[in-house]
């Protein structure tokens, strides 16, 4: 089989990718080892949400709360979206100065956002527990099922002649110094002018130089519980556990889904690949939650699992071509923010690829700022 492009991996960034090329009339190949969007896509929150610790990451989180916005409009229900708003609470003064500067980022970059004394803050989540300073809502975030999300996105690549293969890719397949398609573990060879990497936290096994770990999340889901909390309540102090670089943390990240159950969030582990649930890090999540909605002990839960993020050293996302190997390209290494971030993803790389001018720079999130990248010696 020959195709322009081939991606591997559909998950939510490979799916974008996919609907984003085929859209554009590229002939794409996605293979899948297994189901659609059941990697970290199936494990994540589906939270929607402007993130700011740094200029690129509120470029491509912004812009892509925009095509998601434009994406899910026609049909909102398919993806069981809601625009619930993001409530970042701030415990004490000090993160009610945090959230106040928030605020003033975010809205000289065109974001609506509202900062809220204890008393807004009380009027709209009663169920936070007493003795908070307040919080930031933006108002724009929103939340998606991230699964669904990607296999519309897929239907839609399909609908323009995408082809799907159900196998797991062993390894590249290399022509003279490019990538040349991909070999399946059944020895099946696929053959593209273009190979995409979106393998989430597996895309090392494929390209062992990417510098690419996983991040281990526990989430856990309740009962229905309509109205216990209206947006995605976020602790100002979450910033902080996110993006440590080791270390087990927990932060304290809850969603009301549009079904009334409540999504809790979330953990972070470095150094294991396990998806087994670790009892002590679930209790440790969970106690943290019901710290900040401690009527959220008397709840029942249905289920636990956990997702592995894919966590790039600066974490950015890799978008674009490999600098050393020919014909490779990256989508990869999302970390926390994949879903938010896809449709951006998929823009970005579709724009580079066919030599377009991306609606934002795709500097920041090239591969060739990582020299393990750069200085790898090509096709091995
Ligand atoms: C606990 C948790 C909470 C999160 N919450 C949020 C959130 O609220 N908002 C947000 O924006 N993001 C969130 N994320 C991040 C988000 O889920 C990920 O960034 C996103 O799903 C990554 O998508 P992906 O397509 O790159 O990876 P994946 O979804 O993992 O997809 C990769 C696909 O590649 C396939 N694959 C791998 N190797 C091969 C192979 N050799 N051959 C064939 N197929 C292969 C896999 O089977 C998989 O389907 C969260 C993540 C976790 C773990």
């Known amino acids: 089989m020959n195709t322009d492009v081939l991606i591997i ?5 490979g799916a974008a990718c996919a609907e984003a ?28 949400v402007v993130m700011d610790d740094n200029a690129a990451e509120l470029a491509l989180s912004s812009y892509s709360l925009a095509l998601w916005r434009e994406f899910v409009g026609a049909a909102p229900a398919r993806h069981e979206y809601s625009r619930c708003g993001t409530i970042w609470v701030a415990a004490d003064d000090e993160e009610m100065d945090a959230a106040r500067a928030k605020g003033d980022i975010l809205r000289a970059n065109g974001i609506d956002c509202t900062l809220l004394n204890a008393v807004a803050l009380y009027e709209r989540e009663p169920a936070l527990r007493p003795g908070l300073a307040g919080g930031l809502l933006v108002s724009g975030d929103g939340l998606v099922y ?15 002649g995408t082809q799907l293969v159900m196998g797991k890719v062993a390894s590249l397949l290399h022509d003279g110094v490019t990538t040349a398609g991909v070999l399946l573990a059944d020895g099946r060879e696929l053959r593209a002018d273009t190979v995409v990497l979106a393998c989430g936290s597996r ?14 999340g526990h989430v856990a889901i309740t009962d229905r519980y309509p109205g216990f ?20 943390s927990v932060a304290f990240n809850l969603q009301p889904r549009p079904t009334g159950q409540i999504l809790i969030g979330s ?8 998806l087994a649930v670790e009892p002590a890090m679930m209790a440790r999540m969970l106690r943290h939650a019901a710290s900040f909605t401690p009527a959220l002990a008397g709840l029942n839960l249905l289920r636990c699992w956990t997702g592995m993020r894919a966590a790039s050293p600066d974490g950015l996302p890799l978008i674009g071509p490999h600098p050393a190997r020919p014909g490779l390209w990256l989508a990869t290494g ?25 609606a934002i720079a795709a500097e920041p999130y090239l591969p060739a700022r990582f020299t393990a990248l750069a200085n790898h010696g090509g096709v091995q």
């Open 146 to 160: 991230p699964p669904k999300s990607a296999r519309l996105l897929l239907e839609r690549a399909m609908a323009n």
């Open 203 to 216: 895309s090392a096994a494929l390209v062992p130089e990417l510098p690419v770990q996983p991040k281990k």
């Open 21 to 48: 090329l085929a859209a554009r009339g590229v002939q794409v190949t996605i293979v899948e080892q297994d189901a659609i969007g059941s990697g970290a896509t199936a494990a994540g929150m589906g939270h929607l």
């Open 229 to 248: 909390i209206r947006h995605q309540l976020v602790e100002l102090g979450y910033i902080k556990s996110a993006h440590a670089a080791s270390g087990d």
């Open 9 to 13: 991996g559909a998950g939510i960034i």
């Open 334 to 358: 999302h970390e926390g923010l994949g879903i938010t971030t896809s449709l951006a993803t998929a823009h970005l790389l579709a724009s580079q690829l066919l030599n377009d001018r991306p």
């Open 267 to 274: 953990s972070r582990q470095f150094g294991t690949e396990d």
